[in-house]
């Protein structure tokens, strides 16, 4: 079995692919998997850390803009549509795939496009519930349109669809509370957890300066926090605001958090973006959020992502034009104060979950497969 994989951008793209190439790999440790990503994009040093092989090509996406610079950008756009698909027809040609898979993502487009006009079955994974506009566009190009959410259907025209979930990570899935808690030495009060992401997210990181501050002299919740990257200033936000992080038994604020499937196993409460994949893992664990989508992503699909859960009582949502620390605090106390309304968050979020998304994407491949 000789899979192709393209997808790359951001890792809402490059872990589905990851995920189903670990997968595969597991069923069947003869597998041949290569990866086609961006050359210089964040699935160079993903890919290879996992430890599979991968070629590139170079594609970029166009820009809104009508600035002198972003009409620049686009004319070179053009050129790489025509430059990328020959790269990608060489790269399909010499590997010579049973199937390719699309995650999506711009490198996406000229992989899986090429794939099928050279008779090379392909499958496209969409993560969110507003499609992305590559796999909209790819989508009658494919065999099957693997959905994570049942929503996403309505987005696409004339497709055969199946819908999958989204890949989650093992030790998601194997978490337990207690142990997790024991792990980080949580006591019996509500612990918040919250992230921004890698790089940190301003607004969010203002907005639980205000709750961290304020855990920080009642010690009424347990708070993990990540600032992300360029979020270093968030230590001496809080101190202005009267907390010194350091003195804090009940504060655990970091950069990045290693340890997510801990984390979030123990925590009461989650604040974070609303990016797929992190979504499928809060439903996996069943746990209450409050979700600020970014207003910075294509199509705005967080939003439409969040909306999802909210639509179903499994989340509540603060949009980041509404969000300030007032806010904010206000939402957790509710929240945090009815253990009935969590219980039935709960419940919802889990009843949303797909836990073996895994076994249905390799179901998909080896059906597609065997039906040519």
């Known amino acids: 079995m000789k899979i192709l994989l393209a997808g790359g951008g951001t890792a809402g793209h490059i872990n589905p692919a990851l995920a189903i190439a670990g997968y595969v790999k597991e069923k069947r440790p003869d597998a041949q998997i290569l990866f086609v990503g961006n050359r210089g994009g964040m699935e160079q040093r993903l890919v290879t850390q996992a430890g599979f092989d991968i ?22 756009t053009v050129a790489r549509t025509f ?3 020959h790269e990608a027809k060489k790269i399909i040609s010499e590997f010579k ?46 065999k099957k349109v693997m959905l994570a959410v049942p929503q996403a259907k309505k987005y696409f025209e004339k497709c055969d669809f199946v819908v999958t979930g989204n890949p989650v990570r093992g030790d998601i899935l194997t978490a337990d509370k207690a142990q997790s808690r024991k792990e980080l030495n949580i006591d019996e009060r509500p612990l918040v957890l919250s992230f921004g992401g890698s790089l940190g997210a301003r607004k969010i990181n203002e907005a639980v300066a205000e709750l961290v501050a304020r855990s920080g002299k009642d010690g009424k919740y347990q708070h993990i926090h990540a600032y992300g990257k360029y979020g270093d200033w968030f230590p001496d936000l809080v101190k202005e605001k009267g907390t010194d ?54 199509e705005n699909h967080q939003y439409h992502n969040a909306m999802a859960l909210v639509n179903a009582g499994a989340a509540e ?44 994407i390799y179901s998909v491949i080896k059906k597609t497969l065997a039906s040519l």
């Open 55 to 76: 070629k590139f090509i170079t594609i970029s996406g166009f820009k809104r803009s009508f600035s002198p610079k972003s009409m620049i950008e686009n004319a070179k």
């Open 83 to 85: 430059t990328s698909s």
């Open 97 to 142: 795939p049973d199937i390719c898979i699309g995650t999506g993502g711009y490198v996406s487009g000229p992989v899986v496009r090429t794939a099928a006009k050279m008779g090379v079955p392909c499958l496209i994974h969409e993560q969110n519930a507003y499609p992305g506009i590559t796999n909209k566009m790819l989508a009658k190009s494919a």
């Open 245 to 298: 992080i350091s003195k804090c038994s009940n504060l655990d604020i970091r950069a990045y958090i290693d340890n997510m499937p801990v984390c979030m196993a123990a925590a009461d409460l989650v604040i974070c973006r609303a990016g797929a994949i992190t979504l499928s893992e809060i439903q996996a664990m069943g746990k209450p959020a409050i979700l600020i989508p970014s207003p910075n992503v294509a």
């Open 317 to 360: 949502i603060i949009e980041e034009s509404q969000l300030d620390g007032t806010t904010l605090i206000e939402t957790v106390d509710k929240m945090l104060s009815s253990p009935e309304k969590m219980q039935k968050i709960s419940e919802n979020s889990k009843k949303m979950a797909i836990t073996d998304a895994n076994e249905r």
